[in-house]
């Protein structure tokens, strides 16, 4: 073997200068004292790394940054993005301006708390931080209007709801941030489970490491993705990785914009570094796919990241990982002039559009092609009503629905397979795949958005031959099993917009109930009263499905003509 090379050393992720632009919370509870060998040492308080972050929870879940509100007006601008782009482009606006009022956060799917912290040598605390930091992601979730999520492994088969949104995912590291001593930063994060559910890795070999199998494989593997975290997507690709999880991980960091000012170039110092050109590549490479902002178009994604990694010469693991509509992440930083947290945005109604004489013709002109479905009908003449147009047609849904998810599926399930009936409520009414936030005091509803419908795929065959399930909810892409019940059974999926759960809470759901199960909390199955619940065609009766072909892998590229 060669002779060494001489000793080196760079971070991983040579994260860059701090460019964020941050609001004072508050400058009690640090200190600086003088230590030996005249250091200043930074002393923090348990309550303020507590109070941090009960505050960075409330902001992430109600706020959102202006770069990504600026990305969505830029949909409406843009004469290239489709009708549908753009109507969910301003209804994911409008929900933004709603949730800004701090009661109704703006996803349903409220998330798990997940914080990153990277404490300088000279910062001393009582040793408690992942404790200070747990009892303020407990303070925000019980506090405000926020879901529940977290499920507790009783034994291997059986959970229960936490009730306080813990456990939190906590991982601190002593480090000085950004070279300083005395400085402890953080990330906050809220990841709902429709875009975690959307982090891939990929185990590929040197063989992907060419500029037209890297197009191919990530024509295939995106298109994958789908739509059911909620697009327009800030995506992210990790190609390489000391480990597999350490692709993963820098894909979360990357998706979250944690890394937009890492190297633009490689050296042999091995650290990572972004790949603009890939990303412009790449981005165009989605805007071609057709799946759009959830319903056909061209904004699949608003941006996309690419990170190069060192690897061993054996492995080269490619994460990939998404963040959605709910983009909810705030860096924050404790130093010894006070405790800082990023400035999101207050007033997003300054993105949205003027009201003129021409958009108001524009939204009457919209409006008139939506097809107003009356849910107080019987299933029959419902159903008889949505044979007549074709997948893609925009709806309007005024009426009952009966809400039902996961953990309300498996039940139902166990009934059939005892030999009991169909439930008559799913035999009578659509189902709604979601599941509600608290309901704020005078509310009909806490936020309440559609959760992803692959989830119940398994279950639909079985409610359709029992007599329900005939007409579905939900967001994201189905299963070709799905498609074929429907075409078998004469049923129908309709596609909710994802993301917009406060607008829907505000201004569709007039009222709700527990029909049954009301110990599973957000897991009940409910009954809802809408008004102008938008939707969409996706899967009809005769076996359409709007996504097949947006999401079937074509592989056109590098190839030739």
């Not at 990841?191 to 490491?209: D, H, I, P, V």
């Not at 056909?296 to 608003?302: A, I, L, N, S, W």
């Not at 107080?376 to 709806?395: C, F, G, H, Q, W």
């Amino acid at each position: 073997m060669s002779s060494a090379a001489p000793f080196s050393h760079t971070p991983l992720l040579p994260t860059g200068d701090d460019l964020t632009e941050y609001r004072l919370i508050s400058d009690e509870g640090v200190d600086v004292v003088h230590g030996p060998g005249g250091r200043r040492f930074l002393t923090i308080e348990p309550a303020v790394l507590t109070a941090l972050t009960a505050e960075a929870m409330h902001d992430i879940a109600h706020y959102l940054r202006p770069a990504h509100l600026a990305q969505l007006r830029a949909i409406l601008d843009d004469p290239a993005a489709s009708p549908n782009d753009r109507f969910v482009a301003l209804d994911l606006l409008r929900n933004a301006n709603i949730a800004a009022g701090g009661v109704l956060p703006m996803c349903q799917d409220t998330g798990t708390a997940i914080v990153m912290g990277k404490r300088g040598r000279h910062v001393l605390t009582d040793g408690t931080d992942e404790q200070a930091i747990a009892q303020g992601v407990y303070e925000a979730y019980t506090k405000l209007n926020l879901r529940y999520s977290q499920l507790a492994p009783i034994t291997m088969w059986e959970e229960r709801n936490t009730g306080t949104n813990l456990p939190a995912q906590t991982e601190l590291y002593a480090e000085d941030p950004g070279g300083q001593p005395d400085a402890y930063k953080f990330l906050f994060m809220a990841k709902g489970g429709g875009s975690a559910n959307k982090s891939y890795l990929y185990q590929e070999t040197k063989a992907l490491l060419n500029p037209t199998r890297m197009m191919q494989f990530l024509e295939e593997k995106l298109r994958l993705i789908g739509t059911s975290a909620c697009p327009p997507y800030h995506l992210a690709i990790v190609v390489g990785g000391t480990s597999a999880e350490f692709a993963l991980k820098t894909a979360k960091y990357a998706s979250a914009k944690y890394l937009d000012n890492l190297p633009t170039s490689g050296s042999i110092a091995a650290h990572g570094f972004r790949d603009v050109e890939l990303e412009a590549q790449v981005l165009e490479l989605t805007r071609q796919f057709g799946i759009g902002a959830q319903f056909g178009g061209r904004y699949f994604c608003h941006d996309v990241r690419v990170v190069r990694l060192p690897r061993h010469g054996a492995s080269c693991p490619v994460a990939i990982a998404v963040s959605c509509s709910a983009d909810r992440q705030a860096v924050a930083k404790i130093t010894p002039s006070g405790v800082w947290l990023e400035k999101l945005e207050t007033d997003p109604a300054r993105f949205l559009p003027d009201v003129t004489d021409e958009t108001l013709a524009a939204d009457q002109s919209v409006d008139a092609d939506v097809v107003r479905v009356d849910l107080n009908r019987p299933m029959a003449e419902i159903r008889a009503e949505l044979s007549k147009y074709p997948v893609k047609t925009r709806l309007s849904l005024t009426g009952p629905l009966v809400v039902a998810r996961d953990i309300a599926h498996a039940k139902i399930a166990e009934r059939l397979d005892a030999g009991e009936p169909m439930p008559q409520y799913l035999r009578d009414h659509a189902v709604y795949y979601a599941g509600p936030a608290k309901t704020p005091e005078g509310y009909a509803s806490g936020s309440f958005g559609p959760t992803t419908a692959g989830r119940m795929d398994a279950y639909v065959e079985k409610f359709q031959a029992a007599g329900g399930s005939h007409v579905m909810l939900a967001k994201g892409n189905r299963s070709a099993q799905v498609t074929r019940s429907c075409g078998t059974h004469g049923g129908f999926y309709l596609g909710s917009i994802g993301g917009p759960a406060a607008r829907l809470a505000q201004d569709c759901i007039r009222h709700v109930e527990v029909l049954e199960y009301p110990e599973l909390g957000m897991e009940a199955i409910w009954k809802i009263e809408v008004e102008d619940f938008p939707a969409f065609i996706v899967v009809d009766d005769k076996g359409n499905d709007f996504y097949a072909e947006v999401t079937k892998p074509v592989l056109t590229v590098g190839r030739r003509p």
